[in-house]
């Protein structure tokens, strides 16, 4: 609060290792959530995987199989699931994750630790927000737009004509 910036984890030496503070390492870490106990949730992308960081600076692996290089995504429990360069992620009221991968899909980890995939879509989903209701919102770095998952799983565009690269404000594709 006081404008102190301090580095929680990481050693600044890309890499894959757990542990406390600067003994971590991450290799293109993206994307950003935090829970409701401060527990920080890190897209580690180029290691395949969700790592957690304490508050107190405690990183380990949360989700996914380090260094997998597939290009099919693996639904099931915590450990074995996998994930295609996660990007963003985001936490719901109920504790589900939401995470965008390189591989076209938003995968969705229950509060019970199963992966599965939410939604396909056109495109490279990065960024993803989830708002109080449950909708998912995802800026697709392809296509340059931002769509809507709405909580029956029907997605739209709600912003920018897909593939018009530019920046003009407006109203919805315009």
């Known amino acids: 609060p006081a404008g102190v910036v301090t580095t929680l984890a990481g050693s600044g030496t890309a890499g894959y290792a757990n542990g406390t503070g600067a003994a971590a390492q991450f ?3 993206i994307g950003l959530a935090v829970d409701s106990n401060e527990n920080v949730y890190v897209a580690d992308s180029n290691n395949q995987v969700i790592r957690m960081i304490t508050p107190a600076g405690e990183v380990s692996l949360y989700a996914g199989v380090q260094g997998y290089g597939g290009t099919v995504d693996i639904e099931g429990p915590l450990t074995t699931a996998t994930f295609r360069r996660p990007n963003g992620i985001a936490i719901d009221a109920n504790n589900n994750f ?3 991968v ?3 899909k938003v995968r969705k980890i229950t509060p019970q630790g ?7 879509m056109t495109g490279i989903p990065y960024g993803v927000a989830v708002d109080s209701s449950g909708v998912v919102y995802v800026s697709n770095y392809t296509y340059h737009t931002v769509s809507k998952i709405a909580t029956d799983g029907t997605i739209t565009t709600i912003a920018d004509t ?13």
């Not at 199963?114 to 396909?120: G, H, K």
């Open 114 to 120: 199963i992966v599965s995939t939410y939604a396909s």
């Open 27 to 29: 290799n293109y870490p």
């Open 98 to 100: 939401y995470i965008t």
């Open 102 to 104: 390189l591989n076209q």
């Open 162 to 174: 897909p593939g018009a690269a530019g920046y003009v404000d407006g109203l919805g594709s315009a």
